[in-house]
């Protein structure tokens, strides 16, 4: 291979090169921007959806008109048993997704709202905000 050769090769790889990292980057941003509308658009439509629905409607504390059999309930290592309330806070270890309860219909739990969630905690059933934890509704002694 001829000198010109080789440096035109190099020249054409070197420009290959700096072709490829300018659309990686462009791509990459432009990534970026989409995921960026993407979270502030469903953050703002969960504020919207959260402050147009009647929280009061759901704000109480019952005791279950029927009791259903479900597996075993295991606690999140290092904590004790308490009498949750709506209002309180509920710890993100409880809130995981294999505490949720997703076929709440089956267990005559009202449909959450956007951006809550039905999780079991003990015995009980806590709707709860998926954003902080907040417990909005809870329904004492469903599960033995």
Avoid: C
Avoid at 40 to 67: G, M, P, Q, T
Avoid at 106 to 131: C, E, Q
């Amino acid at each position: 291979m001829l000198h010109h050769e080789k440096r035109v090769l190099h020249h054409t790889r070197s420009v290959l090169h700096h072709t490829r990292r300018v659309e990686y980057h462009r791509t990459y941003q432009l990534h970026r921007a989409v995921r960026h509308f993407a979270i502030e658009h469903a953050r703002l439509h969960d504020a919207r959806v959260r402050a147009n629905f009647d929280r009061s409607r759901y704000r109480h504390n019952i005791w279950a008109a029927r009791h259903f059999r479900i597996g075993v309930y295991v606690r999140p290592h290092g904590w004790y048993e308490h009498h949750w309330v709506y209002g309180e806070r509920l710890p993100g270890l409880f809130w995981g997704r294999n505490y949720w309860i997703g076929d709440y219909a089956a267990y005559d739990l009202m449909p959450p709202p956007d951006g809550y969630v039905w999780v079991r905690v003990g015995d009980s059933a806590l709707l709860i905000d998926t954003s902080d934890g907040e417990i909005l509704r809870v329904v004492y002694n469903i599960f033995d």
